[in-house]
């Protein structure tokens, strides 16, 4: 299998996974959604919030194909244009830091090194625009319980649970921590240190220098090198 990572464009928005196409988990305030008698298309928020990224911020996205098949997609950007990100207990984001909202690997690619290839090319984008950190919200899979939650779980979850998405076309999708957050193994699997701590919602850091960038060049020259000796091996040939 061949695996591509190309930065997200305004003419490339077509190309993003279904799920994170119409996801507006973390670009659309949870109490304005919840305030709005008729929610608006999913699909038009999320491409107007993209289009505004891209406009004011720049590359905001990075997409996986494996194949010429959809296969994944990272996106990232200012705390200050994602209005959830104001919402966890472990908030603020520090603000030398780019956010990294959505990290996800499509079915049936998620064995694969999809992910961390995403990640590879997220940190090379920003290494490259001087940005010094990035950070994520990841989540922690709550143990069993049969306890009561507290008042104070029940009132966070309510604020950072999305509201209901209204219309028949938006009632086969809905949104949930579960299925719009990075886990926060697997960041810290991939370098990510917690700087706040909490049970359900910690927030995690990548620190970004140029090592980062220079190993993944010294890595891809490598790799190069190793392809292009295979096709230049001479083929022996056995004579009796």
Known sequence: MSTSV???????????????????????????AAD??????????????????????????????????????????????VPRAGLFPTSPVSPDAVLLTTLRAE???????VA????????????????????????????PSTAMPDLGSLMLMERIAPARLRGNAAQA????????MIDADFLEEVGFKVVAAHHRFPRLRLELDRDHLWKEDV???LDQLLAAAAQEAPTRVCTF
Do not use: M
Request: with cysteine; hydrophobic share 40%.
């Open 6 to 32: 190309t930065a997200l464009t305004l003419g490339g928005l077509d190309k993003l996974p279904a799920h994170a196409r119409r996801c507006v988990f973390w670009e659309i305030d949870p109490a304005v």
């Open 36 to 81: 709005s008698r008729e929610y608006s298309d999913p699909v038009f928020e999320k491409e107007a919030w993209l289009s505004t990224v891209l406009l004011e911020w720049g590359s905001c996205g990075q997409v996986a194909a494996i194949d010429d098949n959809i296969a994944g997609c990272a996106l990232y950007s200012p705390p200050s244009a």
């Open 107 to 113: 079915f049936p690619y998620q064995d694969t090194d």
């Open 116 to 143: 961390h290839q995403l990640v590879q090319a997220v940190v090379s984008d920003l290494i490259r625009r001087g940005v010094r950190a990035i950070e994520s919200f990841g989540l922690r899979q709550d143990p």
């Open 219 to 221: 890595e891809r020259a």
């Open 173 to 180: 999708f809905e949104c949930s921590p579960e299925s719009c």
